[in-house]
């Protein structure tokens, strides 16, 4: 199994999930986060002050599936939440051991499926 997590731009959301869904996932973790990266924030105008906002908001989402899917999953993600700007946001791909269903005790992909 792998891990999915992707941070993106948070007006993507619905295209990314739309497109997941266009794939066959069944199922994914949004978390609401802030983060920067080369563009290290930016600044703002508020009441005639300037301040820097270092941290924009993102965010992020995690997805477990099964290995066959994840290069059409990353491929999704990356296709539905680029606009071609800094700031688009990143995937990381990485190995799952085990996953258990709390409800049912079942493990291994059937958890996920």
Same mark, same amino acid.
């Given at each position: 199994?792998?891990?999915? +997590? ?7 959301? !619905? ?11 069944? =199922?994914?973790?949004?978390? +609401?986060?802030?983060?920067? =990266? ?18 924009? #908001?993102?965010?992020?989402? +995690?997805?477990?599936? #099964? !290995? ?28 799952? !051991? ?6 049912? =005790? ?8």
């Amino acid at each position: 199994m792998r891990k999915v +997590e992707a941070i993106i731009k948070p007006f993507k959301l !619905d295209e990314v999930k739309e497109a997941l869904g266009g794939i066959g996932v069944q =199922g994914l973790t949004v978390t +609401e986060v802030k983060g920067f =990266g080369r563009q290290k924030g930016h600044k703002e105008l508020y009441r005639g002050a300037e301040y820097v906002v270092e941290f924009l #908001p993102k965010v992020k989402l +995690e997805i477990v599936i #099964p !290995d066959e899917k994840a290069k059409a999953v990353v491929d999704a993600i990356a296709k539905a939440a680029t606009t071609g700007k800094i700031g688009d946001g990143k995937i990381f791909v990485s190995t799952v !051991d085990d996953a258990v269903r709390i409800r049912t =005790g079942e493990s291994g992909e059937v958890a996920v499926s």
